[in-house]
């Protein structure tokens, strides 16, 4: 087996899906993954912004990633998951998707770069790059894009 230099990084991601598309979590940011349950509905936040759930005591608002990403609402299902993330060391934050598949490994050779042509800082952009995996192709989201925003 070949050894990596430093510029092969390797991530691993959750991938989830939202309709009939792919999207890739850096597994870092990832604390659990958690079934659909009841999400209790908070007056006067950003439409994505679904409510709160209680997971051991503890008080996470959730978020839809298909409302946040502009697409249009889907139907809960037993597929539906709330991956609980905690970005850097920020509070915990649920993200709403249809399904989580797997978990899968890329290398900084198997990801194309989005550039953004306008001058504006990558760190805006919801999606940092696609992952080729196999036969398939990974939107990779940028979670401080994400919840910044």
Do not use: C
Not at 29 to 50: G, H
Not at 110 to 129: A, L, M, R
Request: no cysteine.
């Amino acid at each position: 087996m070949a050894e990596l230099t430093h510029s092969d990084e390797i991530k691993q991601y959750i991938v989830t899906k939202l309709g009939n598309e792919q999207y890739g979590i850096d597994i870092s940011y990832v604390d659990n993954i958690v079934r659909m349950q009841k999400i209790t509905r908070v007056p006067k936040t950003q439409p994505y912004f679904m409510g709160v759930i209680n997971l051991r005591g503890e008080i996470i608002p959730v978020m839809s990633m298909r409302s946040k990403l502009e697409m249009e609402e889907g139907e809960i299902t037993n597929t539906t998951r709330i991956i609980i993330i905690r970005p850097e060391q920020n509070a915990l934050l649920g993200l709403l998707v249809d399904e989580v598949r797997e978990v899968v490994t890329l290398s900084e050779e198997d990801v194309e770069k989005v550039s953004y042509d306008n001058g504006w800082d990558d760190s805006n952009f919801f999606v940092t790059g696609v992952g080729k995996y196999k036969d398939t192709l990974i939107s990779l989201i940028n979670i401080n894009g994400i919840i910044d925003d």
